[in-house]
DNA sequence: AAACTAAGTTTCACTATTTGGAACTTACCT
DNA sequence: AGGTAAGTTCCAAATAGTGAAACTTAGTTT
């Protein structure tokens, strides 16, 4: 027993039920979540209405179908800004996106994922949630190995473990003896490129952001295509980028650390 | 008492706890959750620790804090990409915003309050999540006022009862009375002004992006400055939005309700 | 139109989980 | 050292959650 038991109360189980309707990505009817979940009938009966009551999932009574809530959206938003280091990194992301005219991708880790929190993409105007709040691979994205390679130890070793090892082109690293070779490469180069891995044809070249304890804040990557750089042009970016990252981690620790959070009564 | 006690189950309560910490807008500590949390102590206390471990809430360690977790960020993802009509939106959003030069902002009605779900701005780059996310009250501006008064009549009394009614301008609608005459000449113009009514210089023109079943989806604003547009200037682009609307009304429609959900085993 | 079927909802006895006062453990302040 | 406040754990009592099964409703077949 216990197969995949997390331990989870009634709060986890919601939450879990939470994800699974998040994970089909559209409205959804009872019947295709009771066939994908662990729960009895009457339990995710229960458990979808205490989500619903609470805002966090959406019920639309004429189709029967459940999604999730805007309650989120609202939720994150303040996620987004207490949580993230994006707000603090933003005006480093503008200024360093308008100086090197390339996409811009800050990141951070997230249960074992990569989560871009926010993006500067010099061509395209706006792109709002469409692009902050995706996960992407850690074993083959730039910000991701280059997170991982800075990693405490345990951390990273949960991590690479968690790794799917799908190959998406040619070039993927598809084993853990491969990214760690790559880690240790990584960490002595000081940077990562993201060597045609994911997608073809786009390149990157990526930091992680550290605190002076070197503690793990995020990652900062700067994309291109082979059409327009090789790895060696990117390469060349690195120093501007390097500057960015030490601005964000000095900025990051003095907000995360404010002078007194008490506040008399 | 039980002052907004909604028949919380656990699940409830956590949830609960959740908004509290958002509420703060910063890291906190236990105490200071302790003290505005209905909850005693040790029911507090496991109710952080369930959402911690769930990654809703971030605890760190170090410096004794909590903060929400950035999973939220990436349900809210999932959430703005289903729930919300704004990926429906966007193409029109994008045009509008080209064509009439101005800020346009894309909301929903959520627990009573207006929530921005995207906007354009003509001048400023990507802002991301900084905008979407955002809440505002429904009673002082021009989407919350375009929705409301076309919303149901249960709804729009319920929301009406919830207003605070703050005076934040001379212009502030500031009773339950003034809102619903506001909402009946609304009604009858067909779309809605902000003359001033929350931020003073700020006016815009709103209109409700309804189902063809009259059910209001969201709304739509085009927002300007008292120094450059007249209320009279403005209402010359409400034929421009309303055919913005309708499409997105049509594109929402055909993509909530896809051919058939159900899928073969 | 009646019978059938599938989907969703409610019931209810059972029990596991949650509850919260109080005791305990740190860690900091004097 | 002693004191105080913050955070953590304990445990008996009580509540809230469980899930098989019965029920209702809506849609389909005979």
Redesign the interface.
């Known amino acids: 027993m216990t197969e995949r038991v997390n331990?989870a109360?009634?709060?986890?189980k919601?939450?879990n039920v939470?994800?699974q309707v998040?994970a089909f990505?559209?409205?959804?009817?009872f019947a295709?979540l009771l066939e994908s979940s662990e729960y009895p009938k009457a339990t995710l009966y229960r458990?979808l209405q205490?989500?619903v009551?609470?805002?966090?999932i959406?019920y639309?009574a004429e189709?029967g179908?459940y999604?999730?809530?805007?309650?989120?959206?609202?939720?994150?938003?303040?996620?987004?800004?207490?949580?993230?280091i994006?707000?603090v990194a933003?005006p480093y992301l503008?200024a360093l996106s308008i100086e090197i005219g390339e996409t811009v991708h800050l990141a951070?880790l997230?249960?074992g994922q990569v989560?871009y929190?926010?993006?500067?993409?010099a061509a395209v105007?706006?792109?709002?949630?469409?692009?902050?709040?995706?996960?992407g691979p850690v074993y083959c994205t730039g910000v991701g190995k280059a997170m991982l390679a800075w990693s405490r130890i345990d951390v990273q070793t949960r991590i690479i473990e968690q790794q799917s090892y799908h190959r998406f082109t040619a070039n993927t690293l598809t084993s853990r003896r491969a990214l760690r070779a790559e880690l240790d490469i990584i960490c002595s180069r000081g940077f990562a490129y993201d060597n045609e891995e994911h997608e073809p044809g786009i390149i990157c070249v990526a930091l992680p952001i550290l605190t002076q304890g070197g503690h793990v804040l995020g990652g900062l990557s700067v994309t291109s295509t082979t059409a327009r750089h090789s790895l060696e042009s990117l390469a060349q970016l690195v120093p501007h980028m390097k500057s960015t990252v030490s601005r964000i981690a000095e900025d990051a620790e003095s907000w995360?650390?404010p002078e007194q959070?008490?506040q008399p009564a």
Chains 1, 2 share one sequence.
């Open positions: 331990e109360g009634t709060v986890g919601a939450l939470l994800d998040a990505g559209r409205p959804v009817r295709d458990l205490s989500l009551q609470q805002g966090m959406s639309d189709r179908v999604a999730l809530g805007v309650r989120l959206v609202r939720l994150a938003h303040q996620a987004w800004q207490t949580a993230s994006a707000p933003r503008d951070q997230d249960h989560l929190v926010d993006k500067r993409n105007p706006v792109e709002m949630y469409s692009q902050a709040g995706k996960v995360r650390f959070i008490k």
